[in-house]
């Protein structure tokens, strides 16, 4: 479902509809998850969930689609590093979000505790 922030199409409902490229590293029903295009880590994957909403506490009215969310960003740790993340919410302008549709970093191997979003 796309959906327009402004008057720009959103760019990770984009991504989700497959209208423009991403490196996608997951799919379900749920959850679309894809390489950070500017990586601040080894291995730096963004989870979104497929339905457009803003920011991780309107997940909080879906406790399925929040625990999915969680769910993949495991499994890619696991898949592509030693299984030991770190996840990252931004939500809000003034706490550096900059895409508005909920998104989940995950920051795994090599650089992931250090570094700052
Ligand atoms: P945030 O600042 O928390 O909203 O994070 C947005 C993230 O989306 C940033 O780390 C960007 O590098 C990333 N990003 C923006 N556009 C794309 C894109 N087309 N493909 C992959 N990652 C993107
Ligand atoms: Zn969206």
Redesign the pocket.
Known sequence: MSEATGDQPC?FCR?VDGE?P?DVVHSDDDVVA?????PKAEVHV?VVPRAHVTDVTDLVDDPALLAALVRTAGEVAEDFADGDFRLVF?TGAGA????FHA?A?VLAGRGAAAVG?
Do not use: P
């Not at 550096?96 to 895409?99: A, K, R, Y």
């Open positions: 760019v991504i423009i991403a894809f390489r950070d295009s500017s963004l931004n550096g979000q900059t895409v998104h970093h979003l």
